[in-house]
T-cell receptor, first 111, second 115 residues
Framework: RKEVEQDPGPFNVPEGATVAFNCTYS??????FFWYRQDCRKEPKLLMS???SGNEDGRFTAQLNRASQYISLLIRDSKLSDSATYLC????????????FGKGTHLIIQP | DAGVTQSPTHLIKTRGQHVTLRCSPI?????VSWYQQVLGQGPQFIFQ???????GRGNFPDRFSARQFPNYSSELNVNALLLGDSALYLC??????????????FGPGTRLTVL
């Protein structure tokens, strides 16, 4: 079982739609969780951290379920500029293990 | 302030050669991590350095080595290159190590092609 598994892509959705990504992680000792965004041939950039209570940043909402080892990202009112690869990321013991990335889900917003 | 910088941006090598990649962290950041991203995959953790000491190592062969300098910049060395080493090599800087809540900022990467 992969350490971080994400929905297979690509997701093709019309502009203005709501889209949800899911992610599961295998290491129950994982301590922190993130969603990164990566544009084609660019570096990953932090989109948002994910907290147990859930958190929202504008059109983006992230949820964490530690019991199910499940992370989600919801994008509302999608824009053309949201087209990118979204990486689910987990951090383990004190950061010394580095970040563990999923393969990413490619999102294409269509006009 | 400048972000994380990496050099070179692109590199072409042949099998068996060695390569040195360089990274300068954000000013004030003391920790540097290296990741390898092959096409279609997420980045894979290679090393983490903090205050010139190795703090973490991923599942990579001994052909991969790194070091951190007193100014916190870092080098990643790969010996005896294989075709499978072709990838985007990413450097990430963070203020410290040892905390899983410590945000990492990525540089633009070095794209290595091994022929």
């Amino acid at each position: 079982r992969k350490e971080v598994e994400q929905d297979p892509g690509p997701f093709n959705v019309p502009e203005g739609a709501t889209v949800a990504f899911n992610c599961t992680y295998s290491n129950s000792a994982s301590q922190s969780f993130f969603w990164y965004r990566q544009d084609c041939r660019k570096e990953p950039k932090l989109l948002m951290s994910v907290y147990s209570s859930g958190n929202e940043d504008g059109r983006f909402t992230a949820q964490l379920n530690r019991a199910s080892q499940y992370i989600s990202l919801l994008i509302r009112d999608s824009k053309l500029s949201d087209s990118a690869t979204y990486l689910c990321v987990v951090n383990g013991r004190g950061g010394a293990d580095g970040l563990t990335f999923g393969k990413g889900t490619h999102l294409i917003i269509q006009p | 302030d400048a972000g994380v910088t990496q050099s070179p941006t692109h590199l072409i090598k042949t099998r068996g050669q060695h390569v040195t990649l360089r990274c300068s962290p954000i000013s004030g950041h003391k920790s540097v991590s290296w990741y390898q991203q092959v096409l279609g995959q997420g980045p894979q953790f290679i090393f983490q350095y903090y205050e010139k000491e190795e703090r973490g190592r991923g599942n990579f062969p001994d052909r991969f080595s790194a070091r951190q300098f007193p100014n916190y910049s870092s080098e990643l060395n790969v010996n005896a290159l294989l075709l499978g080493d072709s990838a985007l090599y990413l450097c990430a800087s963070s203020w410290t190590s040892g905390s899983s809540y410590n945000e990492q900022f990525f540089g633009p990467g070095t794209r290595l092609t091994v022929l």
